[in-house]
């Protein structure tokens, strides 16, 4: 066989082998590139303790490390598999991409909020949420988030957290 290399390809993996390929060629016809992940996007960490790095490797410095578990994070740059992240209050730095989830939560924000039973000021409240309280992001319409927290299922206004766009929908 000399310096000949073969390979064995199943038809269903040739089959996808040639989708892919016709896909990029059709991308870089137009001019552009495949889709990637939109930035920003919100995301929520993973684990108890994340490095936040100052650059995307694990040769930077950690300068923090996150201690809470579901805290949404605001994913606004990328590099392989690292993700520059900022804080509700800001801070910015590079994890591991492993260490988020694209489970969606929110972070109250201000002063106490009031949880309602429907979207709607004047609906009854079932809870109140003190500023910092997590909760898990389950609806959004219009001006209005549904999240859970604590036990606790109820409508608060998007302006009262922090973790969704003010113009976003969920899929």
């Known amino acids: 066989m000399g310096d000949e290399l073969q390979c064995r390809v199943s038809r269903p993996h040739r089959l996808a082998l040639i989708a892919s ?3 990029l060629i059709a991308f870089a016809a137009d001019g552009q590139t ?8 919100f995301a929520s960490l993973r684990s108890d303790e994340v490095n936040l790095r100052v650059g995307p490797g694990e040769n930077y410095p ?5 201690k809470r578990k579901d805290m949404p994070v605001e994913i606004i740059e990328q ?3 690292w993700r520059r992240v900022q804080d509700w209050e800001g801070d910015k ?11 969606r939560a929110v972070l109250v924000e201000g002063s106490v909020r009031g949880l309602h ?9 079932i809870a109140r949420a003190e500023p910092g309280v997590i909760g898990k992001l389950v609806e959004l319409q219009g001006p209005w988030c549904r999240i859970e927290a604590a ?3 109820g409508w608060v206004r998007r ?8 113009d976003e929908t969920l899929q």
């Open 21 to 23: 390929m016709l896909l």
């Open 151 to 153: 036990g606790y299922r």
């Open 159 to 166: 302006d009262e957290v922090w973790g969704v766009f003010a």
């Open 117 to 125: 039973r429907l979207p709607d000021a004047a609906s009854a409240l």
């Open 79 to 81: 590099f392989q598999n």
């Open 93 to 103: 730095g590079w994890v591991m991409d492993r260490m988020l989830t694209s489970k």
């Open 34 to 41: 495949p889709p990637a992940d939109k930035l920003p996007r």
């Open 62 to 66: 950690i300068e923090w490390v996150f």
